[in-house]
């Protein structure tokens, strides 16, 4: 499995927008990426997935960069429940986790 | 449905002593794994499985059983437990594992596990 590389931490300001990025060099051509996150005391819960184009879903939007060596999580107005820990992983057939994106959001 | 249902949520273990945690999903999922987290780290995968009968190891695997015998359950088992081992443990479950998960995860609540 492809392995994934995020910043340790960022910051936002509350109703801002946040772009999470992740680098995945390795990731083969048939690899899913995933996005996760996980809040305080809690187990993680999936956010969004895709393969090649940009998706959108009610949480998140993903930017897969054309050569899909990284992608970008954005969240596009942060709110204070969204301060989480935000995982990236390119998945073969088992998923594993590096060690997340600790988002800090500011009222 | 339940969705990812652990049991138990707290232990305590003496070192030595054995013990299965128990991992269950009711949504028809092929693949299931388990994880460990330690305080203020990410998760590690110990062992998974893309189907009944199927098994394989992760990345942290020593010292860890699994079997599949049924789509539905998953238990973990802790063989001779160690300080080493205490960490909060989750179970995920995912519908589609080939050739790639191209499915969401759902992952359990976590139990809580302290060997002394």
């Known amino acids: 499995d492809a392995k994934t590389t995020q910043p340790n931490s960022m910051e936002s300001n509350e109703e801002e927008p946040v772009h999470l990025p992740c680098n995945h060099s390795?990731?083969?051509?048939?690899?899913?990426i995933h996005w996760y996150r996980q809040l305080p005391s809690q187990g993680p819960e999936y956010v969004i997935h895709?393969?090649?184009s940009n998706v959108n879903n009610r949480m998140a939007s993903l930017a897969i960069a054309e050569d899909r060596k990284s992608s970008t999580l954005i969240l596009h107005r942060a709110t204070l429940r969204d301060a989480a820990v935000y995982y990236c992983t390119s998945s073969g057939d088992m998923l594993t986790f590096g060690g997340g994106t600790r988002l800090m959001v500011k009222p | 449905n339940a969705g990812v249902t652990q049991t138990p949520k707290f232990q305590v273990l003496k070192t030595g002593q054995s013990m299965t945690l128990q991992c269950a999903q009711d949504m028809n999922h092929e693949y299931m794994s388990w994880y460990r987290q330690d305080p203020g780290m990410g998760l590690r995968l110990i062992h998974y499985?893309?189907?009944?009968?199927?098994?394989d190891q992760g990345e942290v695997p020593n010292g860890y059983n699994v079997s599949r015998s049924t789509t539905e359950d998953f238990p973990l088992r802790l063989l001779s437990a160690a300080p080493s081992q205490t960490s909060v443990y989750f179970c995920a479950s995912s519908y589609s594992a080939y050739p790639t998960l191209s499915t969401e995860a759902f992952f359990g609540q976590g139990t809580r596990l302290t060997v002394v």
């Open positions: 390795t990731i083969s051509g048939t690899d899913y």
């Open positions: 895709g393969l090649t």
């Open positions: 499985s893309v189907g009944a009968g199927i098994t």
